[in-house]
């Protein structure tokens, strides 16, 4: 009788297992699309909670927005930056962010910096009214810059006199990884994130395969694709805000933090893959700073991530890791490929 009853139980518990892949499976995705951060972002989430998963996770993005913006006056940024030096305290998404990027600026010799935000008025690029600024006011404004001008206790900031805070490099990424805690924390198990062309997932796709993502060319099109399992996979390209000058060179929203002028590292673009959305974002923006050999060398000093750069010279540079899920579209299949290992 036992051996008949434990029998049965399996068969039982075989079949709700079953049945519940094959719901998944049959999963139909929902889609949310909204503009925040200035961009189109669309959250899909698979399964019965998706609805209310995917408000929650637009309600989180909405909040990091909120605090982060450097153009809300009644955000943290806002109010730091017209706090003339005092003292301000902010919430636990700014404090931890502006750690993060602290750290991160640190790591990557300065390539990072999070305190350029007098520089990019400068430039025009938080106003939409270009120029390019004599070499004196650039030098002027260097002297406000710098990750020593700001400190951090606790949830407490502080600037010095004219330095302003902007954590644009990292903002994205650190709410793809808010919106994917929100998605998880609601029992979503598949899930797709794209804040405008930055991705993140959850899980797998439901038929437990993995996703594909296309990776935007500087020309227009695409890259090629990559195939991922559960991470983040962030871009940073001088072609996504740019402007032409009088003397018809392009000048892009990327600053090289030793000049105060647009990043000429040779890299046209550059992509992170890595488990953390705000990692990615800050390394992303950092590689098309540092360079290709840069890059490479960070890679090699610390790990814990994949890139893909594509550099003015048409070279692709990978690590190990991507080289057999990325798949280069038909107009970049002969491009020199450079694997980098560890
Ligand atoms: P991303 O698109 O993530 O590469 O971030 C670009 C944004 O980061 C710019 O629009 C600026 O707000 C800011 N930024 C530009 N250059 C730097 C830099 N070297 N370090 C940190 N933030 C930067
Ligand atoms: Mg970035």
């Not at 079953?18 to 998944?24: E, K, P």
């Not at 009644?74 to 930056?81: K, S």
Request: charged fraction near 20%.
């Amino acid at each position: 009788m036992k051996k008949i009853f434990c029998g049965l139980s399996v068969v039982v518990a075989v079949a709700v297992l079953a049945t519940s892949f094959i719901r998944q499976r049959n999963a139909a995705p929902h889609s949310l699309t909204f503009m925040s951060m200035d961009t189109a972002m669309t959250l899909t989430a698979y399964g019965p909670a998706a609805t209310d998963a995917l408000e929650a996770a637009r309600t989180r993005i909405m909040a990091v927005e909120d605090r982060l913006s450097t153009t809300r006056p009644e955000g943290d940024i806002g109010r730091l930056n017209r706090a003339s030096g005092a003292q301000v305290s902010v919430s636990r998404d700014t404090a931890e962010l502006a750690a993060f990027a602290l750290n991160l600026s640190t790591e990557t010799d300065g390539a990072l910096d999070p305190t350029l935000y007098p520089i990019l008025c400068a430039w025009g690029f938080t106003t939409g009214n270009y120029r390019v600024p004599p070499q004196d006011e650039l030098a002027d404004l260097l002297s406000v810059t710098g990750r020593d001008k700001m400190s951090l206790r606790g949830d407490s900031l502080q600037l010095g006199p004219g330095t302003m805070l902007d954590l644009g490099a990292l903002g994205k990424g650190y709410a793809s990884d808010q919106a994917i805690g929100v998605l998880r924390d609601a029992g979503i198990s598949s899930a797709i994130v794209n804040l405008g062309g930055n991705v993140q997932t959850l899980g797998l796709r439901p038929d437990g395969t993995p996703w594909h993502v296309g990776i935007a060319a500087p020309e227009g099109g695409l890259l090629g694709t990559l195939e991922i399992r559960e991470c983040a996979v962030i871009t940073s390209g001088g072609y996504q805000r740019f402007f032409t000058g009088p003397d018809g060179r392009t000048y892009w929203h990327i600053l090289d933090p030793r000049t105060g002028a647009p990043a000429r590292s040779g890299v046209l673009s550059a992509t992170v893959v890595a488990e953390s959305g705000a990692l990615c974002d800050g390394l992303s923006t950092s590689f098309f700073v540092m360079g290709a050999e840069k890059a490479a060398q960070w890679y090699r000093e610390h790990g814990g991530i994949d890139f893909l750069l594509y550099t003015e010279d048409g070279e692709l540079w990978l690590t190990e890791g991507l080289e057999k899920s990325f798949t280069p579209s038909s107009r970049y299949e002969r491009a020199k490929v450079r694997v980098i290992r560890p």
